[in-house]
């Protein structure tokens, strides 16, 4: 069954580094997504990217987030000066339309 | 907008008894609704979906959800709770006209007690 894929599993970063958090969505799949989990917490939504551009964004993503589909495969979060409170799991996602996203397993992020 | 809201952020059940989440929507569209299960230090992985066909909507590993219009719910139920169904259950919601993100409650930790 077709997976979406995101590298590295886990990352530790110092604060006030830059970070980005790689994902291989499904080949067929025209939306892409961004979502975190702070540890114990809802899964929230970050960002959307469809016909190489950003569909919606929300308040979390602010400018130190950017998002970027680089080579047709890759989708790739960056965090440009990274934050104590930016630790969480960041999950990828990619869907067909409405029909259900797939998620990939995430890539822990810890800020020190 | 779209909204769901789980009631009881943690469930406790015995092996072999029901279980039973609870879910309640609110979508200004006909919404597309959907269940996902979190193990420890895992991903999401998708449970079940409604979207539009029929009201009960069956899933993988013996989960069920029924979506109930007139109650705005779209409660996901097992008969028999089995000791590996210990995990975070998260209700999900999107509305069918566009796409406008998914949009998550806040999680149901559901233990097992042997």
């Known amino acids: 069954e077709p997976e979406v894929t995101q590298t590295p599993s886990h990352q530790v970063t110092q604060m006030g580094q830059e970070v980005i958090l790689r994902c291989v969505p499904i080949s067929n799949h025209l939306y892409f997504y961004w979502y975190r989990q702070i540890l114990g917490q809802k899964v929230e939504f970050l960002v959307s990217?469809?016909?190489?551009?950003?569909?919606?964004k929300s308040e979390i993503f602010d400018d130190q987030f950017s998002v970027e589909r680089p080579d047709g495969s890759n989708f790739t979060l960056k965090i440009r000066s990274t934050k104590l409170e930016d630790s969480a799991m960041y999950f990828c996602?990619?869907?067909?339309?409405?029909?259900?996203?797939?998620f990939g397993s995430g890539t822990r992020l810890t800020v020190v | 907008a779209q909204s769901v809201t789980q009631l009881g952020s943690h469930v406790s059940v015995s092996e072999g008894a029901l279980v039973l989440l609870r879910c309640n929507y609110s979508s200004s569209v006909p919404p597309y609704l959907f269940w996902y299960v979190q193990y420890p230090n895992q991903g999401l992985q998708l449970l079940l979906k409604y979207t539009s066909a029929a009201t009960l909507v069956k899933g993988i590993n013996g989960f069920e959800a029924e979506f109930k219009k007139s109650e705005t719910s779209f409660h996901l139920t097992k008969p028999s709770a089995h000791m590996s169904d210990a995990a975070e259950y998260f209700c999900?919601?999107?509305?069918?006209?566009?796409?406008?993100?998914?949009?998550f409650g806040k999680g149901t930790r559901l233990s097992v007690i042997a």
């Open positions: 996602a990619s869907s067909v339309r409405d029909s259900g996203y797939t």
């Open positions: 990217f469809y016909n190489n551009e950003i569909s919606e």
């Open positions: 999900a919601v999107i509305g069918i006209s566009g796409n406008t993100p998914l949009v």
